[in-house]
């Protein structure tokens, strides 16, 4: 599955690098939130990575 995230990368001399990202969300589908979630992450379809 490919998600809409942002990714960073810190860098401190003397440190290892400190990586992290976050996934992009948006309002659950009704059947997502009867499980009581209130947030979905946004799925990307393969032949829509480039745009």
């Known amino acids: 599955m490919n998600i ?3 990714g960073s990368r810190r860098t401190k ?3 290892p690098d400190l ?3 976050a ?3 948006d309002e659950p589908l009704p059947k997502i939130e009867t499980a ?3 947030r979905c992450i946004i799925p990307i379809k ?3 990575i480039e745009a």
């Open 4 to 6: 809409a995230c942002l």
């Open 19 to 21: 990586l992290s990202f």
């Open 23 to 25: 996934a992009f969300t």
């Open 36 to 38: 009581s979630h209130d």
């Open 46 to 48: 393969p032949e829509n």
């Open 13 to 15: 001399p003397g440190q």
